[in-house]
Each structure stands twice: as structure tokens, then as C-alpha cells.
Nanobody, 125 residues
């Protein structure tokens, strides 16, 4: 049973930074991806960054490219999202997700994930 627990959200001013953490347990697949998604009120859940744990391949959404950095500490089983130069439009609930790697391009979409964290709120004003 996969469990994902996010932390690190909060309120920050425009231009500020936050670092989100996602501690994972119960992942048994040898090839899997982990990703950060976000969902603002009234909008669809969208991908921010995806990491292929096996190869280290990373994809960033255009909206966060150059501002957000995804990384993983394998010893701590923790996924991170460093968010810099935050903008009001980054305000959303942020979710961590994990899934066995099947098709990389499908794993850029939220509908491909069965395992989700509870979410952590980020507010930029």
C-alpha cells in the first residue's frame, strides 16, 4: 500500500520561495515515476514536474520551467519541489503522485496516477 505525505506548503509573497516535501512509503515497483501536480479552484489538475526515478529523466511544465526544481533523496524516500520566483498564479493545492512506469508521456497526465498524497496548500500574494 503506497502512502504519500506532503508538507511544506504555506503563504508567501510574490517572488518568494517554498520547498515542498513528499515522503513515500510502500512503493515496491522497481521502475516508477513521481510527480508534482497542482490544482487551483475551478481549474483542472495540472502537472508541474515529473521524475523518472530509475533514469533521472525530468519533465517540467512550461509554466514552471526555470523556477521549480524537482529532486529526490533516496535515503529518505522523499521527493522535493523547490519553488522559486513564485507568482500569484502559482496559488493552488499541490499534490505528490507516484505510479509504476509504463509510458512516460502518459505519466505527465494526472489520470495516469493511482497513488496521491493529501495535498498541501500554497498561496502567493
Amino acid at each position: 500500500h503506497v502512502q504519500l505525505v506532503e508538507s511544506g506548503g504555506g503563504s508567501v509573497q510574490t517572488g518568494g520561495s517554498l520547498k515542498l516535501s513528499c515522503t513515500a512509503s510502500g512503493i515496491t515497483a522497481t521502475r516508477y515515476c513521481m510527480a508534482w501536480f497542482r490544482q487551483a479552484p475551478g481549474k483542472e489538475r495540472e502537472e508541474n514536474a515529473t521524475l523518472d526515478i530509475g533514469t533521472g529523466t525530468i519533465h517540467y511544465a512550461d509554466s514552471v520551467q526555470g523556477r521549480f526544481t524537482i529532486s529526490k533523496d533516496n535515503k529518505k524516500n522523499t521527493l522535493y519541489l523547490q519553488m522559486d520566483s513564485l507568482k500569484p498564479e502559482d496559488t493552488a493545492m499541490y499534490y505528490c503522485a507516484a505510479e509504476r512506469l509504463t509510458n512516460w508521456y502518459l505519466l505527465l497526465k494526472p489520470t495516469s496516477y493511482k497513488n496521491w498524497g493529501q495535498g498541501t496548500q500554497v498561496t502567493v500574494s
